[in-house]
């Protein structure tokens, strides 16, 4: 039988060219030069949002002669868009708030801002400029707590739409210990309209929807069940379970005080059905041995926050620990805004350096940008679709800049390789790493030099 497959006409196609890094494998747990693919000068051809092919320039592009529409980025890298594993568009109006601990933290601050977000037009604006801050940075894809109403997440999923980005959100659930002002009435009603609002979003075009128990102190056991039950019901359609876990010793406290019945803090989600292989869990600073291995068990993903642990003075995440080789954790990496102090995932390896450095181990850059990258896509559960440069991934894709200002540029000419000058980047952490973004191969940041 005849195939109706038509080639693609060249013409129609767009491009990009430049040197490319993807990762193949676990840098953890494999050895490093057998974990990437590194093209120095590559053409990554894109077709109705997804890449249709990309390998060297030379070799590729004889076999697609109408392809003019080549945008060429030099002195730069083009990387799969970064990924944020965590995140809280909600607390953007509060971020770089002078705290003290993490309660207290939440009560001085996040809690009085989120009750903001009853108000839809609030919501819009708070929205549109926390996707600009992240596509400016390259990210393209997060997982993101809304709050408490229905207006933090429809204001979340309608900005996503009109990029057409792949997100993750959905309604905090918290029927305790916060102000009313925050509160859901009841479990019942908060777990429906977590519900509803999965139904509305879930799988339209590129959103997805997380159940989300924003952490064991602020939900009633009666909460967790249901949270529990709605998860389990629609994990297989690919809903997350996405919370806090083990960040601070005073947070961990008041979790054995709360649920006295619980061995550990990881057992009183387990208890309740939240842990599973679509549950993200964020930060995991202080984790008992017998947690991790239930976390493996499960097929639970890790979000490493470093620059929020730093800021709020939490525990500090040990990846050694979470990539143990007989029960490895997918980890990625977050910027947990506003907690974090800034939207930028690639600054956050310059601090999770740092965190791993406090303990005496170092991250280099081979490691750090996997978990940008492909390892975020794994704990997201998303590597099929997102976090390398492969054909039929969809086109989400960030190009660094090598050369973001004249004193990056100089000291670069003292760097041996590729990962030594991101590991320059990461640690200089300049504001403008970014050249451009593109989502589902459309451009839609570009910063000229
Ligand atoms: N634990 C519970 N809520 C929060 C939050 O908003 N931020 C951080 N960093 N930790 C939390
Ligand atoms: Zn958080």
């Not at 801050?133 to 997440?153: D, I, P, R, Y």
């Not at 999923?157 to 959100?169: A, L």
């Not at 009633?220 to 806090?244: D, F, K, M, S």
């Not at 590991?423 to 973004?437: E, H, K, N, P, Q």
Request: aromatic letters at 10%.
């Amino acid at each position: 039988m005849k195939n109706n497959i038509i080639p693609p006409d060249s013409a129609s196609l767009k491009a990009i060219r430049g040197m490319s890094l993807s990762f193949t494998a676990d840098p953890f747990l494999n050895p490093q030069d057998k974990c990437y693919t590194l093209i120095e000068d590559a053409l990554i051809v894109m077709s109705e949002g997804r890449i249709l092919d990309i390998g060297n320039y030379a070799e590729l592009a004889p076999r697609y002669p109408g392809l003019t529409n080549i945008t060429r980025y030099d002195d730069a890298l083009i990387i799969p868009g970064l990924i944020d594993c965590h995140a809280h568009y909600v607390q953007s109006p509060m971020i770089a708030s002078c705290g003290d601990t993490l309660l207290e933290w939440l009560e001085r601050y996040t809690f009085p801002t989120e009750s903001k977000f009853r108000s839809k037009d609030f919501a819009a604006a708070a929205a549109r400029q926390w996707f600009g801050a992240v596509l400016s940075q390259g990210t393209t894809t997060a997982n993101v707590f809304a709050t408490t109403f229905a207006e933090s997440v429809d204001a979340f999923f309608e900005e996503s739409e009109r990029y057409n980005t792949r997100m993750i959100c959905g309604k905090v659930l918290q029927d305790r210990n916060l102000p009313p002002s925050l509160r859901d009435a009841s479990a019942e009603e908060s777990v429906e309209l977590a519900e509803s609002l999965m139904k509305k979003w879930h799988g339209r075009g590129r959103q997805l929807y997380a159940v989300i128990p924003r952490f064991a102190p602020t939900s009633t056991p009666r909460q967790l069940e249901l949270a529990g039950r709605l998860y389990g019901a629609h994990v297989g359609e690919g809903v997350y379970l996405h919370t806090h876990l083990d960040e601070a010793e005073g947070e961990i406290e008041w979790v054995k005080e709360l649920f006295p019945e619980c061995r550990t803090y990881t057992d009183v989600y387990r208890r309740y059905g939240l842990l599973g292989k679509r549950s993200v869990m964020a930060h995991c600073c202080v984790v008992e041995e017998e947690e991790w291995r239930m976390l493996h068990d499960f097929g639970c993903g890790v979000a490493h926050c470093p620059s929020s642990n730093l800021f709020l003075g939490d525990g500090e995440f040990r990846y050694w620990e979470a990539k143990q080789a007989d029960r490895p954790l997918n980890v990625g990496m977050a910027t947990d805004v506003g907690g974090g102090t800034n939207f930028s995932v690639l600054r956050q390896l310059g601090e999770a350096y740092k965190v791993a450095m406090l303990q005496g181990r170092n991250l280099d850059a081979v490691r750090s940008l996997f978990l940008a990258t492909r390892g975020g896509a794994e704990t997201l559960r998303l590597a099929d679709r997102i976090g390398s440069l492969e054909p039929g991934m969809e086109a989400d894709i960030a190009v660094i800049d090598l050369a973001p200002d004249e004193f990056t540029a100089w000291r670069m000419q003292f760097c041996e390789d590729i990962f030594q000058r991101l590991f320059v980047l990461t640690t200089l952490g300049s504001d403008r790493m970014i050249r451009a973004t593109y989502v589902a191969g459309e451009r839609v940041f570009n910063r000229e030099r």
